[in-house]
């Protein structure tokens, strides 16, 4: 299957984020106003260097007219203006470059700005353990789906999830070893699920997938392929009990989807966990 659908950065979880370094603001400040001197000092260096270009030109047409005994005093006049309008082109490359430099510099601090902000918003939506959706981030995206869903009459399917007997494996074996576990099974509910789908952890041993375009038949192949892989490859002999829900007329939000699956859920833990309930429709015999 396709690697996961939380919505997150598939790389591995990261359990002690870096703390997140916001660029200076006043040195932002200090750039906007660099930026804004040197697009001044351009303009005006702009300004003069076309004056002096212009005096230069007048005074070279002047030449030209005068008669002989103002000649030397015309053509050293026209040498100094074209001279002196160097001056002024001279300071224009230095004013560019600068504006050039401080727009660089200007576009580098807003894209240091927009990683952050891009961080800030990705530790505001992940499980820090597991890398998952957190419960926030599953309500706010999961109700967006339920109100597509609902719009356009497509399917829609949950599977809540409930680690069996969790709380032995952390008395057992301590809790670094439940971390692991939880981890595990995060795992593999990513790699199981589709891209579109959301894949979240709720709190605790709990873990959420929200399947768009999915009916309660395509839920349940889903939570079998679930089970089966951590038959395989689970540690500390982990199972899971799955509660499913399939998106109805009486099911008209979030809320109530998850309350139906939560139902199912508690009836996979009755019935002796590792169960995934409701289980399958049983065929109608042969008339």
Known sequence: MAACGSGIDEGAPERHLEPVRLPPLPSMLALWLKLVNS????????????????????????????????????????????????????????AAGEWVRARAELYEQL?????????????????????LLNRRAFFERGATFVALARRYGHSLALALCDIDRFKTVNDRYG??????????????????????????RLGGDEFAVLMPLTDLEGARRYAERLRERLRRQA??????SIGLAALRGDEVDLDRLLTTADR?????KEAGRDQIFPPPARPSPAA
Do not use: K, N
């Open 111 to 131: 894209h240091r700005w927009r990683h952050v902000e891009l961080r800030l918003r990705r530790l505001a939506d992940t499980d820090d353990l597991t890398g």
């Open 264 to 268: 199912m859920l508690y009836a996979a």
């Open 235 to 240: 540690d500390f002999g982990l199972t899971v």
């Open 175 to 200: 809790h670094a070893a439940g971390d692991a576990a939880l981890r595990e099974v995060a795992t593999a509910l990513r790699s199981e699920a589709r891209a579109s789908e959301l894949v979240a």
């Open 39 to 94: 697009a001044a000092r351009l303009g005006a260096a702009l300004v003069v260097a076309g004056a002096a270009a212009l005096v230069a030109g007048l005074l070279a047409w002047s030449l030209t007219r005068q008669t002989d005994e103002r000649l030397a005093i015309a053509a050293t006049a026209a040498v100094a203006a074209a001279v002196g309008s160097g001056m002024p082109a001279l300071w224009l490359a230095r």
